[in-house]
């Protein structure tokens, strides 16, 4: 079977969209609502019927086999796919109630709101520890020494960096370790103070000391931010997400939502059997 969108490509979801609703509103405020989301390339679905509720100031994982659909669907969260030829995004993404595709939010303004931290450590080569963490500011138009001074401290201090650095902050960003160059760039995302930070498997190029470095941190940002991560490791996701989206690939080949709940319900006490399944390890 062909995997396409087409315009005939309704769902009806209102009643689980109203269920969604209550129970985000027992967990807190929204910061990003996802409704009958899918994402295409050249008319082919990668990923399609996403609707759920990504709480303020809690860690979401996206979880599934390869193939699933979790990274399109991470990277649809804050534009990622626009310079992607044949791309397109479908459904509504909600950044406190404003859709980020066809809203009055610029993508600049969006990508300082909802930050994302890439599989791989990306620190600018060319550039010293400190102006790697002030590169997204500068661009924003900030400029007094004493401003980035203190945006900088702050940020690697929140990513947990500043003690290990705070002597070096004019060195090549390339001379620090794969977990340091990691937080560097968690840092980097954090000085831009955003309300969501997209993190894509960010542990997956670290050793077990580096991946536990990260783990803790991100336990420590949910008091500032809201964290959606992409994890292939179950373990990892049991220990630092409060919440779970489980993407399953079906036979169109499309990735598609199976269950969206909390964490404890995801692991212990699943609707699908084949969530079970999965965090099981019985496939995947």
């Not at 009643?15 to 050249?42: D, I, Q, T, W, Y």
């Not at 390869?66 to 990277?75: M, N």
């Not at 950044?95 to 994302?116: A, F, K, P, Q």
């Not at 954090?190 to 960010?202: F, G, H, Q, R, Y």
Request: glycine fraction near 8%; include cysteine; aromatic fraction near 4%.
């Amino acid at each position: 079977m062909e995997n396409t969108l087409t315009e005939n490509h309704v769902v009806d979801t209102s009643a689980v969209m109203n269920k969604l609703e209550a129970e985000a509103a027992n967990r807190g405020p929204v910061a990003l609502s996802l409704r009958n989301v899918a994402v295409s390339f050249n008319g082919r679905t990668a990923v399609r019927d996403c609707t759920f509720d990504i709480v303020k100031n809690r860690v979401t994982s996206l979880i599934g086999p390869s193939g699933s659909g979790k990274t399109t669907l991470l990277r649809a969260l804050n534009r990622m796919h626009d310079l992607t030829d044949g791309a397109k995004v479908h459904g509504d993404i909600l950044l406190d109630g404003t859709d980020i595709y066809r809203g009055d939010i610029t993508v600049t303004e969006l990508r300082s709101r909802v930050g994302m931290v890439f599989q791989r450590a990306n620190p600018f080569p060319t550039m010293s520890i400190y102006d790697n963490v002030v590169a997204g500011l500068r661009l924003t138009g900030k400029h007094a020494k004493s401003t980035l001074d203190d945006l900088a401290e702050e940020a690697l201090r929140g990513a947990a960096l500043w003690e290990e650095v705070e002597d070096r902050l004019s060195a090549a960003a390339t001379g620090l370790s794969g977990g340091q160059q990691q937080r560097l760039c968690i840092a980097r995302a954090l000085a831009m103070k955003p309300e969501v930070l997209l993190m894509d498997e960010p542990t997956s190029a670290l050793d077990p000391i580096a991946t536990l470095r990260i783990e803790e941190l991100m336990s420590e940002l949910r008091k500032q931010t809201t964290v959606v991560i992409v994890t292939h490791n179950m373990q990892q996701a049991a220990r630092i997400s409060d919440d779970c989206a489980f993407l399953l690939m079906g036979e169109d080949r499309a990735g598609e939502l199976i269950e969206f709940s909390t964490t404890e319900k995801i692991f212990n006490a699943p609707k699908d059997d084949r969530t079970l399944a999965y965090t099981a390890g019985r496939f995947g």
